[in-house]
């Protein structure tokens, strides 16, 4: 049985994104990058953007699941607080398409790509890549953390069971 995930690293200026498909227990790679806004932008212009791609992507790639990564803050709650609405408008999109979303924290998804939560993200990076058979690293570096987030999603498994019928 194959299985697409798509993984989302939200952001308000950059949300990385990253499809990869799972057979068995060889992985995939079925595309990165990200949908970026600009600051000029008004704030909720920023998130219908966001929103929109989102949708684009799932309706582009129809995956069976998506990932996307924990909230986590410990300094600038501002930044935090905006990232949390785009996480929501991601969240919205991912639930108008009727799809299992999944939350990891950074430890998970490093546990499950390197088999150590506190990888460097450039250990992380490098993995994600031998994984997926890239020439380089993905670029940028929210593409990448996508794609980790799809990777994990992956080797979380029980996607079947999840799935509900009209995806099956």
Do not use: W
């Given at each position: 049985m194959s299985v697409r995930v798509l993984g989302i690293d939200p952001g308000t200026a950059t949300t990385?994104?990253?499809?990869?498909?799972?057979?068995?227990?060889?992985?995939?790679?079925?595309?990165?990058?990200?949908?970026?806004?600009?600051?000029?932008?008004?704030?909720?212009?920023?998130?219908?953007?966001?929103?929109?791609?989102?949708?684009?992507?799932?309706?582009?790639?129809?995956?069976?699941?998506?990932?996307?990564?924990?909230?986590?803050?410990?300094?600038?709650?501002?930044?935090?607080?905006?990232?949390?609405?785009?996480?929501?408008?991601?969240?919205l999109a991912v639930a108008q398409a009727g799809l299992p979303l999944a939350e990891f924290s950074p430890l998970e998804v490093k546990s499950a790509v390197v088999g150590y939560g506190r990888a460097a993200k450039a250990q992380v990076q490098e993995m994600t890549r031998i994984l997926l058979n890239l020439d380089e690293r993905p670029r940028p570096d929210d593409a990448a953390d996508a794609l980790a987030l799809a990777v994990c999603r992956i080797h979380a498994g029980d996607l079947g069971r999840r799935l509900p019928e009209s995806k099956r």
């Amino acid at each position: 049985m194959s299985v697409r995930v798509l993984g989302i690293d939200p952001g308000t200026a950059t949300t990385g994104y990253g499809v990869v498909e799972g057979h068995g227990t060889r992985l995939v790679h079925v595309a990165h990058g990200a949908i970026r806004t600009a600051p000029s932008e008004a704030f909720a212009d920023r998130l219908v953007i966001i929103h929109d791609a989102c949708r684009e992507l799932i309706a582009q790639h129809r995956p069976d699941a998506v990932a996307i990564e924990k909230l986590f803050f410990s300094r600038n709650v501002t930044t935090g607080i905006a990232v949390a609405q785009a996480r929501g408008v991601i969240a919205l999109a991912v639930a108008q398409a009727g799809l299992p979303l999944a939350e990891f924290s950074p430890l998970e998804v490093k546990s499950a790509v390197v088999g150590y939560g506190r990888a460097a993200k450039a250990q992380v990076q490098e993995m994600t890549r031998i994984l997926l058979n890239l020439d380089e690293r993905p670029r940028p570096d929210d593409a990448a953390d996508a794609l980790a987030l799809a990777v994990c999603r992956i080797h979380a498994g029980d996607l079947g069971r999840r799935l509900p019928e009209s995806k099956r």
